[in-house]
């Protein structure tokens, strides 16, 4: 290929072509072509091409036969002619194709310098810092002939380079070079640490907050249970004088609880619990006939106090048509009786007290207010002929009353018996003096203490107590308003008896009794309970119908004492 090209001293041709400087025996290894001093300098120095740059290409002595000195040619040697018995210098392969018109620096060296190759710097990122590229590989070329090195002439001795350029070399293979740390990881790298730390300190938050929600469930579930760090005092009210207005239901109770007992009777396989209040210091006691009952006439009855105190009582007297009965305590001393009011007093919505043992609860007390006074009921009746019934014409509250209550007593806003508990309506409408069992359900009757105060007398007096009568048979059967003569009498006498005080009013068989002293009545019962509500001796005026005709007689109640 280089035929007809001029030759280059000090240099053979490889086999491919391309000329191969001789080395110069230098120890160091590195190629130096003298400087020129003057123009007229024509011979270069073995080894370096023409322009007197150095081949870098032998920096560093890496060559294998570097230490072998170039022999010496004679300056009308042919510089295209190599050294007999050289072997050729081993050399990397050159990176061009071979320039076919000797363009410097791949053809004939001109007289300077090889210029450098134009260099393509690699991509450059952010901030001007190279990228690092990494070697490319050559491979080994083939050894080509060692050419003998030009004598160098005496006259041009070499001068050490101290330009840059003399030691570059285009075909030196590029020297491993560090890689350089890229702009863009570096700051990825701060990125990822601020990303690494935020996660840290949120993993972080997250773990102090779960410890310490842990922690105050922990805290708040012992402070549930254990009520606190320490002791646990709430907030009180100080102490009060203990005494209460005496006319408030406190007040009231207060009075009257020390007067009012519990009674528990027993006898002929019965036992009852009833309630009783002192009449006087004496020991006689007030209750109704149905709590006695079941002692009959050797049975027990035991009375307790409210300070706990008990007694034995017997019975005074009874009358089961009133439903009242006195029994009397020996041996017992500081009884405080209770005062007696006026029922004809007592108006509806007056507050009311009651006292009593409900269910064998000794000094219950419950409150409420008159309902209806006048009350027409009828109590009793187990035993089927009559005699047991109670005709009472009674005071109606909505104080609790249950079984227990029955004698207890009624207590006005003073404090004072207006009536003595005896029966309630039961929610399954009937009417027990003990009310059954199936307790309150607001509609509690009391004897009015008017009617209690006489029937007690007559009998801690008597043993027995006086009803007003008319002196009539009364047709019980009859369903029209108001109450009828029956036409005979229940004993096989006259309805009206012989000279009673009905007789005497001109009262006769059939007549119908409409109203007693102005106040209507609608059947026997009622007019029953309307003349025992009286004391004998006391004048009454009755309307009656006769033949469909309305007339008024007046007449004065007799008395009977078979209660």
Known sequence: MNEGKPGTPGASEGPDGDFVLARPERPDGDYELPRPHDATASTPAAGVPDGGAPDPRRRGGTSADASEPAPAQSAD????????GADALAHPQ????????????????????????????AATPAHGVAVGVPPVPHEAAPAAPVTPAAPVAQDAPATPVTDLWARY???AAPAAVAPLQQADPVEEDVRRRRGRRRRALAGGALVIALVSGVAGGVVGVQLERNGGIGAVELPQAGVEAPDRDPDSVAGIAAQALPSVVTLHVSGGGKAGTGTGFVLDDRGHILTNDHVVEPAGEDGDITVTFHSGDTAEATV?????GYDLAVVRVKGVRGLAPLPLGNSDNVRVGDPVVAIGAPFDLA????????????????????KGDGSD?????????????????????LLDGKGRVIGINSAIRSADGGLDPEGGQSGSIGLGFAIPINQGKRVAEELIETGKATHPVIGITL?????????????????????????GPGAEAGIRPGDVITKVDGRPVHSGEELIVKTRAHRPGDRLELTLERGGEERTVSLVLGSSDDG
Do not use: F, K
């Open 77 to 84: 040697t042919p510089a295209s002619t190599p050294a007999p």
């Open 94 to 121: 050159p990176l061009h194709d071979p320039d076919p018109y000797s363009t410097p620096p791949y053809g004939e060296p001109g007289p300077w310098a090889p210029a450098p190759p134009v260099q393509h710097p």
């Open 169 to 171: 070399d285009p075909w």
């Open 316 to 320: 005074v007297g009874r009358d089961s």
């Open 363 to 382: 000094g219950t007390v419950t409150s409420g207010i008159i309902s209806a006074r006048e009350r027409p009921i009828t109590a009793g009746g187990e």
């Open 389 to 409: 019934v109670s005709y009472v014409d009674a005071l109606q509250t909505d104080a609790p009353i249950n079984p227990g209550n029955s004698g207890g007593p």
């Open 475 to 499: 047709d019980m059967e009859y369903s029209g308003d108001g109450a009828r003569v029956a036409a005979e009498g229940s004993d096989g006498g006259p309805p009206v008896s012989t000279g």
